[in-house]
C-alpha cells in the first residue's frame, strides 16, 4: 500500500507525497471507509483459483485478520473446486459440469465434502489462526445454516439431473451471528443438508450471496483469477480481454446475465442475488492481486467490477 499516489488517488490535486507523508496518507486515506464499514458485516467468497499461491494465501489470511481489527464483521465461504477435481483424478472419479456446476454422484459427494469440509475449510482457518483464536469452521450443514433442494441444470430447454447439487431455499445465520458477536471469523463450507435426508454440493458464489442476504451483510466480495467481469469475453485477437468493467448496475447486469459464460455466470448472478436482496454493493476482485481485499475496502481507487443496486447508480 505504500506506493499509492495519496493525492491523486483521493482525486484532488496538490503536491504528490512521499516518504512517511505518503505513509500517513495512505493511513487517512481509509478513514471514511472504516468510518463507513465499521461494525458491517462483510461476506467474501474465497475461490478455488484464487487460493493456489501460498504468499497470496496468507496475505489473504491477514486481510480478514485486519478487517476484523478494524471494527469490521468478516466471514468468509470459500470453494474448492481444483482441490475436488485433483482429489477426484486421484482416485480415479471421472465427473464432469453442466451448465458451470459439478455433476455430482453420491460418490463424488463423500469426496466433495471431504474435500471442502476436511481440507480446504482446515486450511483457511489455520491461515487466519496464524494471528490467534480468530477463525472458526464449519460446513453450511452446521446448525442448519444452509438447507437446500435438488437442483436440475437447463440446458437446451431442457431439465438435465445433475445429481446432489443443491439450491439453498433456507438460511438459518444465527450460528455464524454468534460467532461474529464473539469476535470471530467465521469460515463456511458450501455444503448444504436437505430435509430429504441428503447432502448437497452448492456453488460456493452462490451459497456466500445466500448468506450475504441472510445477514444483512455491508457487502459481497467474490474473490476469482480474472480482474473482474470482461465486456470482450471471450477475447478476440492475441492480446487478452481489455474490457473491464468497473461498475454496473443491477438492472446492467440482469440483462448480460444470459449471454455470460460459465466460470463467471455463477459469480455475477451471486452478486444479482446480493444487491437485490438488500445488500448495497457486491464486487468481483483478483484473487492474484496480494491484498485486493484492503485495495478495495479501503483506499478511493475502485478495482474490479461493483454491482450496485438500481437507485445507486
Ligand atoms: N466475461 C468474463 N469476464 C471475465 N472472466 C470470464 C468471463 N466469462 C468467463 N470467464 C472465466 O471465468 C473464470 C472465473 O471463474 P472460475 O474459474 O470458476 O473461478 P473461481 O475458481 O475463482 O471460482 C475466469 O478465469 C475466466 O476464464
Ligand atoms: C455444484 C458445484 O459445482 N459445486 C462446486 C463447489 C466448490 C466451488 O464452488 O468451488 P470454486 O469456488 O473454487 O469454483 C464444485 O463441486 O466444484
Known amino acids: 500500500m505504500t506506493g499509492l499516489p495519496s493525492a491523486a488517488a483521493a482525486g484532488t490535486t496538490g503536491p504528490v507525497l512521499v516518504g512517511p507523508h505518503a505513509k500517513a496518507a495512505v493511513l487517512i486515506e481509509a478513514l471514511p ?40 464483521r468478516p466471514v468468509v465461504v470459500h470453494g474448492g473446486g481444483p482441490q475436488i477435481n485433483a482429489h477426484l483424478d ?8 453442466t451448465a458451470g456446476l459439478r ?8 469426496v466433495v465434502r471431504m474435500v471442502l469440509v476436511g481440507q480446504v475449510n482446515r486450511d483457511v482457518v489455520g491461515l487466519i489462526n496464524r494471528h490467534g483464536p480468530f477463525a472458526v469452521g464449519m460446513s453450511g450443514e452446521d446448525a442448519h445454516l444452509f438447507t437446500a433442494e435438488r437442483k ?14 443443491g439450491e439453498i431455499v433456507k438460511v438459518l445465520p444465527g450460528a455464524v451471528q454468534a460467532l461474529l458477536d464473539d469476535g470471530r471469523i467465521p469460515v463456511v463450507s458450501s455444503v448444504a443438508r436437505g430435509e430429504d435426508g441428503e447432502i448437497y454440493n452448492v456453488n460456493a458464489d452462490t451459497a456466500a450471496a445466500a448468506l450475504a442476504v441472510a445477514l444483512g451483510a455491508g457487502k459481497l466480495v467474490v474473490l476469482t483469477d480474472v480482474e473482474g467481469l470482461y465486456a470482450d469475453w471471450p477475447p478476440s485477437g492475441d492480446g487478452g ?13 440482469a440483462e448480460m446475465l444470459p449471454a455470460l459464460s460459465s466460470g463467471m455466470a455463477p459469480k455475477m448472478e ?12 457486491a464486487h468481483v476482485l483478483d484473487g492474484r492481486v496480494p491484498h485486493a481485499v484492503l485495495l478495495e475496502m479501503f483506499t478511493d481507487e475502485g478495482i474490479g467490477t461493483m454491482v450496485l443496486p438500481e437507485e445507486e447508480s
Open 33 to 72: 471507509w472504516l468510518e463507513r464499514f465499521r461494525g458491517r458485516t462483510v461476506v467474501v467468497k474465497y475461490g478455488g483459483n484464487a487460493m493456489t499461491d501460498e504468499e497470496l494465501r496468507r496475505g489473504f489470511a491477514d486481510d480478514m485478520v485486519f478487517l476484523l481489527h478494524a471494527g469490521l
Open 90 to 97: 486421484r482416485l480415479g472419479i471421472e465427473t464432469g459440469f
Open 103 to 110: 455433476v455430482t454422484t453420491p460418490e463424488a459427494m463423500q
Open 152 to 165: 436440475y441444470a437447463e440446458v437446451g430447454g431442457e431439465r438435465v439431473d445433475i445429481g446432489q447439487v
Open 241 to 253: 480481454p481489455t474490457k473491464l468493467i468497473s461498475r454496473l448496475t443491477a438492472g446492467e447486469l
Open 270 to 281: 451471486a452478486c444479482l442475488t446480493a444487491v437485490t436482496g438488500g445488500v448495497p454493493q
